[in-house]
């Protein structure tokens, strides 16, 4: 295997994992070109029905039964959150304790003027909450609001984590 560029030790890696990845899934996930990634495709020599067979009768009928059944909604919704908050949300806004503890600093300002009333982080990730719920109350349903509240809960429960540590190093 040292004789191997390391595009190819990660397709040749990906494709023992997955045995039935088609080139581009291989492309994609190995950041190479389709084309390199069938070439390495074509050299292991064994039909695909081989492993298609091999898979179908590792599996009993129990599994092969729930891989037919599609996820509940809430599993969907929590998936999507989890992707979402660790993957395009967290580039675009940065880590969530940082971008609730600047919203807190800008809310801070805004209920000083009202009231004076002070908020951290993990209460910003809850008011998301409560505003995720107030415009799940109106007509229509937006699928978001379920993910992205899931997704301010978390962020909630982080943002407490992450206060509680610093109040114990001090």
């Not at 600093?105 to 951290?120: C, E, M, P, T, V």
């Not at 349903?141 to 109040?167: K, L, Q, V, W």
Request: glycine share 4%; charged share 30%.
């Amino acid at each position: 295997m040292s004789d191997m560029t390391a595009e190819e030790t990660r397709v040749w890696k990906y494709l023992l994992e997955n045995p039935l990845a088609k080139a581009g899934d291989v492309a994609m996930n190995c950041d190479v070109h389709v084309d390199f990634a069938q070439q390495c495709i074509d050299r292991i020599g064994t039909p695909r029905e081989v492993f298609e067979r091999e898979l179908l009768q590792g599996l009993r009928e129990d599994e092969m039964n729930q891989r037919r059944e599609v996820k509940p909604t809430r599993v969907q919704t929590l998936e999507t959150a989890i992707k979402l908050t660790a993957g395009d949300r967290n580039k675009a806004y940065g880590p969530p304790h940082r971008n609730l503890s600047d919203c807190a600093l800008l809310w801070d300002a805004y209920l000083a003027i009202r009231n004076g009333a002070q908020i951290d982080a993990e209460a910003v990730a809850w008011m998301n909450v409560l505003q995720k719920i107030a415009r799940s109350a109106q007509p229509g349903y937006h699928p978001d609001n379920y993910t992205d509240a899931a997704a301010y809960s978390a962020i909630a429960g982080e943002c407490r984590e992450i206060d509680f540590e610093m109040e114990k190093d001090k």
